[in-house]
């Protein structure tokens, strides 16, 4: 089993920043990739971004290019959403995820083909 819980979620004014962490626990040898999501009342999950756990690569949704920036401290099971420039419509739940490689994995992900989800992380972003 893989555990991930996210933290760093809170309130933030339109144009600030705020960075958020996602714990991965368990067996991540086999990990693949991870990636981060949100999800608003009414409204579909959204892929934000996701990058490769070995290689670091990156990819991003054109929604949040340029301002987002995902990340992986080397040797550390921490991944990080590091987001700038906010805006009210960023606000949301974001999660974040991993596909194992074990169980088939794409790239770019899809949140259906994502095997572990965190809890959530509650972003507010005030105008």
């Known amino acids: 089993q893989v555990q991930l819980v996210e933290s760093g979620g809170g309130l933030v004014q339109a144009g600030g920043s705020l960075r958020l962490s996602c714990v991965v626990s368990?067996?991540?040898?086999?990990?693949?990739?991870a990636g981060w999501f949100r999800q608003v009342p009414g409204m579909e999950r959204e892929f934000l971004a996701a990058i490769r756990w070995s290689t670091r690569n990156t990819y991003y949704a054109d929604s949040v290019k340029g301002r987002f920036t995902i990340s992986r401290e080397n040797g550390k099971n921490t991944v990080y959403l590091q987001m700038n420039s906010l805006k009210s419509e960023d606000t949301a739940v974001y999660y974040c995820a991993v596909d194992m490689m074990t169980y088939g994995s794409k790239w770019p992900p899809v949140d259906s083909g994502m095997d572990y989800w965190g809890k959530g992380t509650l972003v507010t972003v005030s105008s």
């Open positions: 368990g067996r991540t040898i086999t990990t693949y990739s």
